[in-house]
């Protein structure tokens, strides 16, 4: 895959990331079983009111996680890091630099959002943010598989296609703990 290619997966991978942290944040204030109560009217509303906070929040996502996921994706790309794992814990640390700048900048006298059930949402976010962009983009880091060089040849065969000139310092080391 080309440069533009790769481009267009971070990019792609990087919205649906925020996509899906937006509805998991908004699932933590207009829970499934608050939805699930309400009449059939009253359920379609919520939803769409649901699905607009969704699209703020994942924009509100967005802002805020671009630079740091930018820094984390580039070094990805670079390394070729295709674990979920690695994509899932930059999500929670995003979520956790996020959490504290809410919380540095809260106004006293105000309500405070340090709290565990806070502390759990954005946590969530974190994780379903990483899940959901290694999903899309994350599994391709790095180019293709195909596209990774060649391992070394071990010294065994190396020394074969030698000729049978001098031992290599590890045919040296074989033949001495024999």
Same mark, same amino acid.
Request: glycine share 12%.
């Given at each position: 895959m080309g440069m533009i290619g790769t481009i267009f997966r971070v990019l792609v991978g990087f919205a649906f990331a925020c996509l899906v942290a937006g509805a998991v944040t908004v699932a933590f204030i207009? /829970?499934?079983a608050?939805?699930?109560?309400?009449?059939?009217?009253? &359920?379609?509303?919520?939803?769409?009111?649901?699905?607009?906070?969704?699209?703020?929040?994942? /924009?509100h996502s967005a802002i805020f996680a671009f630079p740091f996921a930018l820094i984390a994706i580039a070094l990805a790309e670079w390394l070729r890091v &295709?674990?979920?794992?690695?994509?899932?814990?930059?999500?929670?640390?995003?979520a956790i630099g996020g959490f504290g700048a809410v919380s540095y900048f809260e106004v006293e006298g105000q309500p405070t959002i340090v709290n565990n059930y806070a502390l759990w949402a954005f946590l969530t976010v974190g994780v379903f943010g990483g899940l959901a962009y290694w999903l899309v983009a994350g599994r391709g880091a790095g180019g293709r598989r195909g596209d990774r060089p060649e391992p070394a040849e071990p010294a065994a065969k190396a020394e074969a296609e030698d000729g049978g000139g001098e031992p290599t310092t590890n045919a040296k080391l074989a033949g001495a703990a024999n």
């Open positions: 207009v /829970t499934p608050d939805v699930a109560i309400l009449g059939p009217d009253a &359920r379609g509303e919520q939803l769409g009111y649901a699905g607009l906070l969704s699209l703020l929040a994942a /924009t &295709r674990s979920w794992i690695y994509y899932v814990v930059v999500g929670i640390l995003i």
